[in-house]
């Protein structure tokens, strides 16, 4: 399901419990939180930060109790690690450091995305509008957009991250981190003996969204599927237990028909480009006519692909002479 809330415990075949703690981070956007009772104690990712999600978070532990007599509570967790740096699962760390003795860690590429925050959502917004610029999409539509993405973010505060780490063991205890770039720059799965966390990488139901590397480096789809293709690679997993809806029996039928669902949209992609289209077009094409988020979604979704299109030369720009006397123009593309 979706936004299944119910708390689950897994076993791991070394014997470590591990909860899952679902949280509401937006309306009708459950984000599961999990609890890894390895030494130290471990909790994956926060949710949103909204006043609802942190007490949502601190009942599921009262949960715990309940459902499974686990008598554990926040202020038990010794480690908080995040998945990845967006803000459905990091915008809760001041909520849970200032709850428990948690050091806070990150991959060090969404490092700055925690310490840096409003630096980088400057900066990220910057590169969004030129991107949104060059789409044909209509410009005061461009503006409201821009107003949209700055507000479902403006709330969180900065703080320092106590550590950092990439590929490999995460300090001390059994979590080894997979680099997974691609949703994100910092992205990792984190693997605990036959479990594997995939955090926003790979999905039971939905394939997470992508957006362009011109937006935001490390990320794209060429990222994306080089590191579907790289988790594949990790043997040993009994279940995949992803950042949102439900626990994967089997993750390689889901990494490969994830991997199918991209190659049918970049085919999508292409048929629309036998004719001169902007990203606003194919847009149009892929998603038909969206709604608030929805729009900014589809068009980074469109950009992806149309960007790992052009990457591999399979499309190009037909407009090029104002490409040559324009800073920024409107991009048309078409299918070589
Ligand atoms: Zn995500
Ligand atoms: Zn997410």
Same mark, same amino acid.
């Not at 949280?23 to 009772?37: D, G, I, Q, R, S």
């Not at 991997?259 to 999508?268: A, C, E, V």
């Given at each position: 399901?979706?936004?299944?809330?119910?708390?689950?415990?897994?076993?791991?075949?070394?014997?470590?419990?591990?909860?899952?703690?679902?949280?509401?981070?937006?309306?009708?956007?459950?984000?599961?939180?999990?609890?890894?009772?390895?030494?130290?104690?471990?909790?994956?990712?926060?949710?949103?930060?909204?006043?609802?999600?942190?007490?949502?978070?601190?009942?599921?532990?009262?949960?715990?109790?309940?459902?499974?007599?686990?008598?554990?509570?926040?202020?038990?967790?010794?480690?908080?690690?995040?998945?990845?740096?967006?803000?459905?699962?990091?915008?809760?760390?001041?909520?849970?450091?200032?709850?428990?003795?948690?050091?806070?860690?990150?991959?060090?590429?969404?490092?700055?995305?925690?310490?840096?925050?409003?630096?980088?959502?400057?900066?990220?917004?910057?590169?969004?509008?030129?991107?949104?610029?060059?789409?044909?999409?209509?410009?005061?539509?461009?503006?409201?957009?821009?107003?949209?993405?700055?507000?479902?973010?403006?709330?969180?505060?900065?703080?320092?991250?106590?550590?950092?780490?990439?590929?490999?063991?995460?300090?001390?205890?059994? *979590?080894?981190?997979?680099?997974?770039?691609?949703?994100?720059?910092?992205?990792?799965?984190?693997?605990?003996?036959?479990?594997?966390?995939?955090?926003?990488?790979?999905?039971?139901?939905?394939?997470?969204?992508?957006?362009?590397?011109?937006?935001?480096?490390?990320?794209?789809?060429?990222?994306?599927?080089?590191?579907?293709?790289?988790?594949?690679?990790?043997?040993?997993?009994?279940?995949?237990?992803?950042?949102?809806?439900?626990?994967?029996?089997?993750?390689?039928?889901?990494?490969?028909?994830?991997?199918?669902?991209?190659?049918?949209?970049?085919?999508?992609?292409?048929?629309?480009?036998?004719?001169?289209?902007?990203?606003?077009?194919?847009?149009?094409? *892929?998603?038909?006519?969206?709604?608030?988020?929805?729009?900014?979604?589809?068009?980074?979704?469109?950009?992806?692909?149309?960007?790992?299109?052009?990457?591999?030369?399979?499309?190009?720009?037909?407009?090029?002479?104002?490409?040559?006397?324009?800073?920024?123009?409107?991009?048309?593309?078409?299918?070589?």
């Amino acid at each position: 399901m979706k936004n299944d809330k119910t708390l689950r415990k897994y076993k791991s075949s070394g014997g470590v419990d591990v909860y899952k703690l679902p949280v509401e981070a937006f309306p009708n956007h459950v984000t599961n939180c999990y609890l890894v009772m390895d030494d130290p104690i471990t909790l994956l990712d926060t949710a949103s930060g909204w006043d609802t999600a942190n007490a949502e978070l601190a009942a599921c532990f009262d949960g715990l109790r309940e459902k499974f007599g686990a008598k554990i509570s926040l202020k038990d967790v010794g480690r908080l690690i995040i998945t990845h740096g967006h803000i459905d699962h990091f915008g809760g760390v001041n909520f849970v450091v200032r709850e428990s003795a948690a050091e806070l860690g990150i991959h060090e590429l969404d490092a700055s995305v925690i310490q840096n925050f409003k630096e980088r959502l400057l900066v990220s917004s910057t590169n969004l509008h030129l991107f949104l610029a060059r789409s044909g999409m209509p410009q005061e539509e461009v503006g409201a957009l821009l107003q949209l993405n700055k507000w479902s973010k403006d709330t969180f505060v900065a703080r320092p991250v106590d550590f950092t780490f990439d590929e490999g063991q995460v300090q001390r205890g059994k *979590l080894t981190a997979f680099h997974t770039p691609g949703h994100c720059p910092g992205q990792v799965c984190l693997r605990l003996d036959d479990i594997l966390f995939t955090a926003d990488h790979v999905l039971s139901r939905i394939t997470p969204n992508q957006s362009p590397e011109a937006i935001t480096r490390w990320t794209g789809l060429g990222h994306y599927v080089q590191s579907l293709k790289e988790i594949r690679k990790v043997d040993g997993i009994r279940i995949g237990l992803g950042g949102h809806e439900d626990e994967m029996d089997d993750l390689d039928a889901r990494i490969l028909a994830t991997l199918d669902f991209h190659d049918s949209r970049l085919n999508k992609t292409l048929d629309l480009l036998k004719e001169p289209k902007t990203v606003h077009d194919v847009s149009r094409g *892929l998603f038909g006519k969206q709604m608030n988020y929805n729009i900014l979604l589809a068009m980074l979704e469109t950009g992806a692909h149309m960007e790992y299109l052009y990457e591999r030369g399979r499309i190009a720009v037909t407009n090029i002479e104002e490409v040559e006397n324009e800073l920024n123009p409107v991009l048309v593309y078409q299918q070589q």
